[in-house]
């Protein structure tokens, strides 16, 4: 769903994906430009209520899980990598994998934006 109001976000909106099971997946198509090197920006929200998660891009996981938790809703953008991709798009997937102990119930996620900037 698109939440409205919290944090310096694009257009004073993201898309906030709320109460998901352990191993329920988000997956979002991107289109590629040209097939090539691109690292995967993504501005994200973290906040009390929130969970972690395993990001792979065309089936290929990121390193480790990624955890969106902090004690205050933030706003920041994170390079997630370098991604080799063929297009003339990408599935980026986001799996829910738990949340930190710390955490409140709610194991939810926020993506402002996706962007891939080509390597050379």
């Known amino acids: 769903q698109v939440q409205r109001g919290i ?11 709320t109460y998901p099971e352990i191993w329920d997946t ?3 198509r991107v289109p590629v ?20 998660f395993q990001l792979s891009v065309d089936g290929k996981a990121y390193p480790w899980p990624i ?3 902090t004690p205050n809703i933030e706003v920041r953008t994170v390079p997630f990598s370098v991604w080799e991709l063929t297009g003339p798009e990408a599935t980026i997937e986001w799996k829910c994998v738990g949340s930190n102990q710390s955490a409140k119930p709610g194991r939810m996620l926020g993506l402002d934006t996706i962007r891939l900037v080509r390597l050379k």
């Not at 944090?7 to 994906?17: I, K, M, P, Q, V």
């Not at 097939?35 to 969970?51: E, I, N, Q, T």
Request: aromatic content about 16%; cysteine-free.
């Open 33 to 52: 430009p040209a097939a090539g090197r691109y690292r995967l920006d993504a501005r994200v929200l973290s906040a009390p209520d929130y969970g972690r």
């Open 7 to 17: 944090g310096d976000t694009s257009g004073g909106a993201h898309l906030w994906w």
């Open 67 to 69: 955890d969106f938790y």
């Open 26 to 28: 988000l997956r979002i």
